[in-house]
C-alpha cells in the first residue's frame, strides 16, 4: 500500500509542476494531494517535499494558515466549475447532474466560508 501512495505521490507531483507552467490546470490542490499521499507512503518524502520550493511557494501558506490567495481561490475554482458543468452537461440522468451541481455549490460554499483569504499586500 505504501508503494501506492508514493506513486500516486509522484503522479500528483508532476500534474503539479505541469499546472504552474498550464494556466488551465491548477497547481495547489495537486501538491495538497501530493502531499498527502506522502505523508502516507514515506516520511522521508513527505519531508523532502516540505523543504522544496514548490512546497514553500504554492502550500506553506494554506498548510500554516489555512488561508490561500485570492488569485489561488479563482484558478482552482475556475477549473474546478469548468470540469464540473461540463461533466454535467454530458452526463444524462438528471440525478446525476444534480449530484455535479450539488458538488459544485458545496465547493463554492467552502472556499467562500471555509477557506481563509490573504489579505492582498498593500503597495
Do not use: C, D
Not at 3 to 18: E, M, R, S
Not at 66 to 95: D, E, H, R, V
Not at 98 to 116: A, N, P, S
Amino acid at each position: 500500500m505504501r508503494l501506492l501512495y508514493i506513486l500516486l505521490g509522484f503522479l500528483f507531483l508532476a500534474l503539479g509542476i505541469i499546472g504552474i507552467f498550464l494556466p488551465l490546470l491548477p497547481t495547489v490542490p495537486f501538491l495538497l494531494v501530493t502531499l498527502y499521499f506522502f505523508a502516507k507512503g514515506s516520511p522521508r518524502l513527505h519531508a523532502w517535499f516540505m523543504q522544496t520550493n514548490i512546497y514553500k511557494k504554492h502550500l506553506k501558506t494554506f498548510k500554516e494558515q489555512g488561508a490561500m490567495s485570492k488569485k489561488t481561490k479563482f484558478w482552482i475554482l475556475l477549473f474546478a466549475t469548468i470540469m464540473l458543468i461540463a461533466g454535467a452537461i454530458f452526463t444524462p440522468p438528471i440525478w446525476a447532474k444534480v449530484l455535479i451541481i450539488t458538488v459544485l455549490i458545496v465547493k463554492y460554499w467552502f472556499f467562500f466560508f471555509k477557506i481563509k483569504t490573504l489579505p492582498t499586500p498593500s503597495v
